[in-house]
């Protein structure tokens, strides 16, 4: 059976990772073109170049 997680509460950065939106507290874009997603927890993690205009599009408006 496949679980389906809520999109209104949850965002794919990457082929391996979905982060809880509510625990992000900011992105800062690189010089790559990727954005670096900084956690409440202080973790910092990347997206992938294939996610970043799903990102900016949901996210960023």
Same mark, same amino acid.
């Given at each position: 059976?496949? +679980?389906?997680?809520?999109? /209104?509460?949850?965002?794919?950065? /990457? @082929?391996? *990772?979905?982060? @809880?939106?509510?625990?992000? &507290? #900011?992105?800062?874009? /690189?010089? !790559?073109?990727?954005?670096?997603? @900084?956690?409440? #927890?202080?973790? &910092? +993690?990347? !997206? /992938? =170049? =294939?996610? +970043?205009?799903?990102?900016?599009? *949901?996210?960023? &408006?």
């Amino acid at each position: 059976m496949k +679980t389906v997680i809520p999109k /209104s509460l949850f965002i794919q950065i /990457s @082929n391996s *990772e979905i982060v @809880n939106i509510s625990q992000i &507290k #900011n992105f800062s874009l /690189s010089q !790559t073109g990727i954005y670096q997603v @900084n956690l409440l #927890n202080g973790r &910092k +993690t990347y !997206t /992938s =170049r =294939r996610y +970043t205009q799903i990102i900016r599009k *949901e996210l960023l &408006k």
